[in-house]
């Protein structure tokens, strides 16, 4: 599965703003078969797990609180080389830094409220695809 996988959120800044389909249609523009998506709100709890990464950061508690306040997409995208390429089409997080036509140049608000969330690598892409869905969701 490694390579042919990622996974994303479209967090609840650009779910309040009404983007979720105009990102949709990006990732489906851009090759990506959905192979899992789910409209759901993490509680602060699922969002603290899922950014455990980061618990040591300084926006940690900023960033959970943001996760969970308000809905999200989240779903699991197959194509080859979907990580890079998945990257290449959200953009740097800083949508300033981010190049034009990206989904964070185009939907994000700052480097806190950048619209999607992407996995940075293969193996993450499955450790955050298996987070949100079980095998049974996910239709490949």
Do not use: C, Q
Request: charged share 25%; glycine share 8%.
């Amino acid at each position: 599965m490694a390579g042919k996988l990622t996974f994303t959120m479209i967090k609840p800044d650009a779910t309040a703003a009404g983007h979720i389909g105009d990102i949709l249609a990006m990732i489906n523009k851009a090759g990506y078969k959905i192979v899992a998506m789910k409209f759901t709100k993490l509680s602060a709890e699922k969002a603290g797990e899922f950014y455990a990464v980061h618990k040591e950061r300084p926006f940690y508690g900023e960033l959970v609180e943001f996760m969970s306040s308000g809905p999200i997409v989240a779903a699991v995208l197959e194509k080859d080389n979907a990580v890079a390429d998945f990257r290449t089409l959200i953009g740097a997080t800083n949508p300033a830094e981010a190049a034009p036509g990206t989904v964070r140049k185009l939907y994000a608000k700052s480097i806190g409220e950048n619209a999607v969330h992407g996995s940075d690598s293969d193996e993450n892409a499955l450790i955050e695809a298996a987070f949100h869905f079980s095998g049974t969701e996910i239709f490949r």
